[in-house]
């Protein structure tokens, strides 16, 4: 499948797409809410806001997923390892979303 600028999408595009979802749990919110076209946003280099009680961490690989340039985004192996180092220091049990972060990095181990 060809983007609208006719190269192939990439894994990048789905972790744009994990970022998404991570700031879907961590907010409990619709991104970019009662905008009529949010690809227009996305297109433009926008992305949702970040609260400010986000927790550093997943600041920095929201922030990562979402970078402009596709290339510049993780692989699922590398946000495997960074979600990883944190769960290992314990720092996820300060703030486990209800347990989706377990079962994410649960999800990522499996589709490897």
């Known amino acids: 499948m060809l983007n609208p600028t006719g190269t192939p999408y990439t894994e990048k595009v789905d972790v744009y797409s994990f970022g998404t979802v ?7 919110d619709i991104p970019f809410r ?16 970040l609260p400010p009680e986000c927790p550093e961490f997943f600041r ?3 922030l990562r997923c979402w970078e402009t340039n ?3 985004r993780p692989s699922f192996d590398q946000i495997l390892v960074y979600l ?6 314990n720092l996820l049990a300060l703030y486990d ?5 377990r079962e994410i990095i649960f999800v990522l181990i499996l589709a490897r």
């Open 34 to 49: 009662g905008v009529e076209d949010p690809r227009a946003l996305v297109t433009r280099g926008q992305h949702p806001p």
């Open 60 to 62: 920095k690989l929201l």
């Open 70 to 72: 596709p290339s510049r």
């Open 97 to 101: 979303l209800y347990g989706t972060v």
């Open 84 to 89: 990883s180092q944190y769960q290992s220091r």
């Open 22 to 28: 991570l700031w879907e749990m961590l907010t409990k």
